[in-house]
């Protein structure tokens, strides 16, 4: 069935340094890939999303790359701050007009950044 | 424009009981979805709903059900709580199906 994995489960790193988390989806339909960031007791929140004919995408220090012929994307977080702690999840979508349209949500990945 | 809402917040009910969750979306947005978030499942699809016509179902039982209104406004039921069901439940609006989804804050369950 459709699957999207996530890795790692946990990430630390050091204030400044790079962070990147992967995913890896089974339905090759999915066309639409959300990250979302939630802080704890929050609502998940969009960070940034890609669609597949898009290979890259950024925003300031986020940026996320797909590669669909292996059915990878990855978030990528350079010059990571404290307020960057938190779960990360990853999601892929068949997008719009299917008639199956829904998020498959990774695992999260939690980062903690060390000042 | 306001964000989502979801009411109640918290919840405690007993083993058995029936629960009616509340989600209103962003003005303007016509589809919502719900997820069930617990920690050892993760972020799960529950349904969607767009047009007042529910277009897509997750791998849950038929205890889990909902319904959508002209303006927008969903509701979901659970029936005969197990204390499995104990979860964040979230809804998320978007203007459109396949659009960028908006979450709202989430109504914790705890069935005791």
């Known amino acids: 069935g459709e699957n999207v994995e996530q890795h790692p489960s946990t990430l630390s790193v050091q204030e400044g340094d790079s962070a990147v988390i992967k995913c890896t989806y089974s339905d090759s339909a999915s066309n639409y890939f959300p990250w979302y960031k939630q802080e704890l007791g929050k609502r998940p929140q969009l960070i940034i999303d890609?669609?597949?004919?898009?290979g890259e995408k950024k925003d300031q220090r986020i940026a996320v790359t797909l590669n669909k012929t292996a059915k990878h994307f990855s978030l990528h977080i350079t010059e990571t701050q404290p307020e960057d702690s938190a779960v990360y999840f990853c999601a892929a979508s068949p997008g719009q007009m299917d008639s199956s349209y829904k998020l498959i949500f990774g695992s999260g990945t939690r980062l903690l950044v060390r000042p | 424009k306001a964000g989502v809402t979801q009411t109640p917040r918290y919840l405690i009910k007993t083993r058995g009981q029936q629960v009616t969750l509340s989600c209103s979306p962003i003005?303007?947005?016509?589809?919502v979805s719900w997820y069930q978030q617990t920690p050892g499942q993760g972020l799960q699809f529950l349904f969607e709903?767009?047009?007042?016509?529910?277009?897509n179902k997750g791998n849950f039982p038929g205890r889990f059900s909902g319904r959508q209104f002209s303006n927008s406004r969903s509701e979901m039921n659970v029936s005969t709580l197990e204390l499995g069901d104990s979860a964040l439940y979230l809804c998320?609006?978007?203007?459109?199906?396949?659009?960028?989804?908006?979450f709202g804050p989430g109504t914790r369950l705890l069935v005791l």
């Open positions: 003005s303007g947005h016509r589809s």
């Open positions: 709903y767009f047009s007042e016509t529910q277009r």
């Open positions: 890609i669609r597949s004919n898009v």
């Open positions: 998320a609006s978007s203007f459109y199906r396949g659009e960028t989804q908006y």
